[in-house]
């Protein structure tokens, strides 16, 4: 019969003793294992690892119930950390990915009541852009158990806890650091594609330069937070509150700023800035013109599907592999602001479109631009799309790029003609012309 004596829940594993690591094994325990493994005290530690030890079943229970029920625990206690994992925004645990939608606000109309005589029934589509994240993270850490470390950890006091701590910090260490290094690559990524909305100021390196990107960083916080088209890579209507902007910078520029004055900017008390901004070792390969980088915390779009452990046991070996799986999705948000401070030039010269000759009617088509700039310069790529010369209103282009042509569109010889605007420069434009075939 099971000892009735359950021993309370535990929720910490830190500076456990072995007997407390045993009885709240014992708690969540089989029925069996419950009526022949004995519970622990300081007195009977000895027999309670022997039953446990000597018995293969009673063995691989307990080691399952060590890896799964402490190693989440441990999970919060862990030395290090991803500086940018407060971004995280949970776990999907079902669909390989994520669909990120956004409609642009519409344009306004005169009232008119005669014209409202035919224009009542007439179509305003919205212009609807959507965006697929998809999984693109399937990592996998282990750490061996010998059945020769186990014994020793579970006669010697606090060994169980220590090798809790030696084995699964291990795995979330492992797993913290290279998600800290795979969401600084998403900033990487994001600056070489040219999507971040550009702000030239100098290198840090003393106080007129520290002033000068303190300027720059008020000023911008403040633009963020008017309705406006510039800042985002899709060139959408979009503003953010200084309260929800976040600001990424080095550990040279850190020091060389006031942080008072830094708080000031963004119209907060230190204590209340310092959630608001973070410092990062550097911004990863490529980035040496990063001075630092403020965005939207929406931005980040990070989601877990699939974090958790398992054990496995090899007998030839006499020693248990433990495994911790991370898969998840991580990427950006083209319709969130984000600015990055650089210390060379932005320049955009030209812009090419590219995309099919012809379309029929009642079809779409993709249309690319390429914004050219001066070499060795920063070249933001973002534009706005706009056409002319379309007969139908069900004829539009999305802030993508993706140019759907009405089933009501006549064949028309002469084409649309399809332009892609700078959103950093908009005196800067190419066009290209879409024939409608029936």
Do not use: C
Not at 140 to 152: E, K, N
């Amino acid at each position: 019969m099971a000892n009735s004596n359950k021993p309370a829940p535990l929720n910490a594993v830190n500076n456990l003793s072995n007997v407390q690591i045993l009885n709240a094994v014992w708690a969540d325990a089989s029925q069996e294992y419950q009526s022949r493994v004995p519970l622990a005290t300081r007195e009977s530690l000895q027999a309670t690892g022997n039953a446990i030890l000597n018995y293969q079943v009673f063995y691989n229970e307990f080691l399952h119930s060590l890896v799964n029920k402490f190693a989440f625990m441990y999970v919060h206690n862990n030395v290090l950390r991803n500086r940018l994992g407060e971004f995280k925004r949970g776990p999907i645990p079902f669909g390989y990915s994520v669909e990120e939608v956004f409609t642009d606000i519409t344009e306004a109309m005169a009232f008119d009541p005669e014209l409202a005589e035919s224009e009542l029934y007439k179509r305003t589509i919205p212009n609807t852009s959507s965006i697929y994240h998809v999984i693109n993270r399937q990592d996998v850490y282990r750490q061996t158990i010998s059945r020769a470390m186990l014994q020793r950890a579970v006669y010697n006091e606090g060994g169980l806890s220590r090798l809790i701590e030696s084995i699964v910090q291990a795995l979330y260490n492992s797993d913290e650091v290279d998600e800290f290094i795979i969401m600084k690559s998403l900033i990487a990524s994001y600056y070489n594609a040219g999507l971040f909305y550009p702000v030239e100021v100098d290198a840090v390196v003393d106080e007129t330069s520290a002033k000068t990107m303190l300027t720059a960083v008020r000023s911008n916080v403040l633009s963020l937070d008017i309705p406006s088209r510039r800042f985002n890579a899709m060139g959408v209507m979009r503003t953010v509150a200084p309260e929800d902007q976040v600001l990424v910078i080095t550990p040279a520029v850190e020091a060389a700023i006031d942080v008072n004055a830094l708080a000031q900017a963004f119209n907060m008390s230190k204590a209340d800035f310092t959630a608001r901004h973070l410092v990062v070792d550097n911004f990863g390969p490529d980035t040496d013109n990063i001075v630092g980088v403020l965005f939207d915390r929406e931005w980040f779009i990070q989601y877990d599907t699939y974090f958790g452990t398992e054990a496995v046991r090899n007998p030839m070996g006499l020693y248990d592999n433990m495994y911790l799986h991370h898969q998840g999705i991580y990427s950006t948000s083209r319709f969130a602001n984000a600015v990055v401070f650089i210390s060379n030039s932005a320049s955009v010269t030209g812009i090419t479109v590219t995309g099919a000759g012809s379309v029929a009617a009642g079809t779409y088509t993709d249309m690319t631009a390429k914004v050219t700039g001066t070499e060795s310069n920063y070249v933001p790529q973002s534009v706005n799309w706009s056409i002319s010369g379309e007969a139908s209103s069900g004829t539009y282009i999305d802030k993508g790029g993706r140019l759907f042509i009405s089933s009501k569109e006549p064949a028309n010889t002469t084409g649309i003609t399809v332009t892609a605007t700078s959103t950093y420069d908009d005196s800067i434009n190419g066009t290209a012309t879409v024939k409608i075939t029936a």
